[in-house]
Structures are given as C-alpha cells and as structure tokens.
C-alpha cells in the first residue's frame, strides 16, 4: 500500500510540473511563444496569458494533493474534469479547425488520458487507505 501511494505521488508531481511549466511559459511569453505570427492581437495575447495562468494553477493545485494523496480525492476529481473539459474542447477544435502541433496533440493525450488514469489510480489508493484504516480499528477494539 505504501509502495503505490508513493509511486502515485511521484507521478503526480512529475505529471503536474507539465502545466505549471506550460503556464509559466504562457505567462512569460504570451501568444508569441507558439512561434506564430507576432503581430498578434493583443486581446488574443491577453486571453492566452490568462489561460496560461489558469494552467499554472491548475498544476499547483495538483501539487498541493501530493502530500495526503489518499485523502485529496474531491480537489483530486474536480482538478480531473476541469482538466478533461479542456481536453474535449481542444479535440472540439480539432475536429473543426484540423490537426494542430504535434506539443498540442501531446496535451491533448494528458488531458484525456493522463489525467483520468492519474484520477482512477487515486481513487484506487483512497479506497485502500481507507479500507485499512476500517480494519485496523476493527483490530483495535476490545473483544467483549
């Protein structure tokens, strides 16, 4: 049980320093850091630096589930489907605008499969943690 906790909070804090990254990134460099056209809109910019923030957050709060991962399942869930929603809206945008950049396609495979399997596999270590708990305080009380 303590092996998979720890396997799993590893691979929470690895998997949370890609949007943390990203977002910083975002923030720093505006719209212009996807290598497009630098004459950008400067509302186009504005939105994507807000979006950008919005990411690092998001990474943050995933970082704060690492300690305790066991008992973080609701932050952990939500975080999960705000993370998936984006991911269908990026795959709404390929389906109608085409395929994007093979960085883009990435996050979309974090976003809809990454993600919820990392949310599955902390659900699986909740339901553990808390089944030993039961049953260690079924072994601590007193026999009558």
Partial sequence: M???RRALQRSVALA???PVAA???GVLTGIDGLGTDPTANVSADSHFRYLSGLQTGIGLLFLTCVPGIE???TLFR???LVVALGGLARLLGLA???VPSVTMLAALVVELGLAPL???WQAR???RARDAARDGALLSEPVR
């Fill in 71 to 73: 008992g973080k399942t």
């Fill in 2 to 4: 303590l092996r998979e």
């Fill in 118 to 120: 990392l949310c599955l």
């Fill in 23 to 25: 977002g910083l990134y």
């Fill in 78 to 80: 939500f975080l999960t």
């Fill in 16 to 18: 949370a320093i890609l």
């Fill in 96 to 98: 109608l605008t085409g």
């Fill in 125 to 127: 270590v909740a339901n």
